[in-house]
């Protein structure tokens, strides 16, 4: 059976999940926070290996300590969205407008090209392409579980900011449409910060995607 587990780090709340796989083999996605170094040394522990590190975009409270989890696992690869990996240089030190230190820059190892689908083991993550946020976030789909990791795109009642360089308002919108029409409403929505909630809680209740289905633009 694969397992989830959720973990609050770092300086802004982030959720890292882990996914544990039959195999022992574990995914990690957005090592936001130091703790992930704490939480890498157990897995290792618990004799299970990260083998790769799941971005949902270049926020540095999402990437940037994905380098003390590579660390302890040297083979660890960490995926990013293709078009993140452009902005990533130049927004990695964003966290010093928040006076919050960050390790130092380093490259992701895999770019995710759109739509594509992975296949750890026997498990198939769908990487949906939703920009808004920032060009390049993917909302990390296991269709089989009906589980879907959406960043900071869609959170419990609310959504992510798009008044942040490299954001786009009319991409965001698109972007939740297109998650409303494609994650059946069972689906499980573990956001990047906060609680979790389920796609059709959200259609019914979050006053975003309330507008949207109504025709209505949110910004
Ligand atoms: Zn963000």
């Given at each position: ?129 939703s920009p808004g946020h ?19 795109v869609l959170f419990k009642q609310s959504i992510g900011r798009t008044d942040?360089?490299?954001c786009d308002p009319g991409d965001m919108e698109s972007t939740l449409l297109h998650l409303t029409k494609?994650l ?15 796609m059709g809680e959200e259609k019914s209740s979050n006053p975003f995607l309330i507008s949207l289905s109504r025709g209505l633009n949110i910004f």
């Amino acid at each position: 059976m694969v397992k989830i587990e959720t973990h609050v780090v770092g300086p802004l709340q982030t959720n890292c999940y882990l996914i544990i796989l039959p195999s022992n083999r574990v995914l990690m996605i957005d090592p936001g926070g130091p703790e992930v170094e704490i939480i890498a040394k157990q897995v290792k522990t618990d004799g299970q290996i990260i083998s790769d590190i799941l971005v949902t975009h270049a926020h540095f409270d999402h990437y940037n300590w994905g380098k003390l989890v590579k660390n302890i696992f040297e083979k660890a690869k960490i995926w990013i969205g293709e078009e993140d990996s452009k902005i990533l240089p130049e927004i990695f030190d964003w966290g010093n407008n928040f006076n919050i230190s960050t390790p130092q820059y380093f490259d992701p190892d895999e770019l995710i090209q759109k739509n594509t689908t992975l296949e750890f083991d026997n498990l198939s993550l769908t990487c949906i392409d939703s920009p808004g946020h920032t060009p390049g976030s993917t909302v990390y789909f296991l269709k089989e579980m009906k589980v879907a990791f959406t960043g900071d795109v869609l959170f419990k009642q609310s959504i992510g900011r798009t008044d942040f360089p490299f954001c786009d308002p009319g991409d965001m919108e698109s972007t939740l449409l297109h998650l409303t029409k494609i994650l059946p409403d069972e689906t499980r929505i573990l956001p990047g910060h906060g609680e979790s909630t389920s796609m059709g809680e959200e259609k019914s209740s979050n006053p975003f995607l309330i507008s949207l289905s109504r025709g209505l633009n949110i910004f």
